[in-house]
Every structure is written in C-alpha cells, then in structure tokens.
C-alpha cells in the first residue's frame, strides 16, 4: 500500500478517535450537570419550612367567620372568603383592598357557606 495513504488513513483515525472521546467525555459531563442541577432543586425539599410575615390585611368589615385564605400562584394578590360569600382580594404587599365581590345573591335571603374546600380530593 501506498504510505501515504496509511498515514492520512491513521490521521483520520486519530481525528476521529479524538472526536468521538471528546464527544462521549461532553455527555458525561452534561449528564453529571443534569444530576448537580436535580440534587439543587431537590435539596431544599427535605429542609425544614421558614416562613415569615410579609403583610397583614386590616379593614375586614365582616363579623362573619372567615372560611379561606390564600394567595395566588405569584403571590401578588391575596383573598378571604367569609361565611357569608364575601370574596375579598387585597394586595399582597401592603394588603390594600382591591375587589370584593359577593358570591351569594343579594336580596334572595341569607345565604351562607359551610365550607369552602379549594383542593379537594376527586374535585
């Protein structure tokens, strides 16, 4: 065989053969990166819950018993519902009233809510 064939034969060779090592070490590594990313989020799972106050709510004119509290998913506005219907939002920050709106219709009597179970099970 010609050698200059045989060398530019085992040049690609060598090529290759770093091309796919570099290749397989890069999906270990991102593999390995996956993992460190999964055990960060996951970590902080198994501690301990901290909470504190943020804002307090005043200004409630209701004596009816409130039956839920909650916020939204991005924690800007919060509510109470009373026993009476009353559904209040107010600003998660410095919990100024924003809406209120009256679940039970006015004038057909008095209505009232038992319970309010927001995640009930087969809801």
């Given at each position: ?37 999964i055990a960060r989020v996951a970590l ?16 409630v004119d209701s004596d009816a018993q ?36 009256q679940l039970a219709s006015p004038g ?16």
């Amino acid at each position: 065989m010609d050698p200059r064939l045989i060398r530019k034969v085992r040049r690609r060779d060598r090529i290759a053969n770093w091309v796919i090592t570099a290749g397989g070490l890069f999906v270990i590594v991102c593999v390995l990166g996956i993992l460190v990313l999964i055990a960060r989020v996951a970590l902080p799972l198994f501690d301990a819950p901290e909470f504190s106050l943020s804002s307090t709510v005043r200004g409630v004119d209701s004596d009816a018993q409130i039956l839920a509290v909650g916020l939204d998913e991005y924690k800007e506005t919060a509510y109470t519902l009373d026993a009476r219907g009353h559904l209040r939002f107010y600003a998660a920050q410095d919990g100024t009233p924003l809406a209120r709106r009256q679940l039970a219709s006015p004038g057909t009597g008095e209505a009232r809510l038992r319970r309010a179970d927001w995640f009930r099970k087969g809801a």
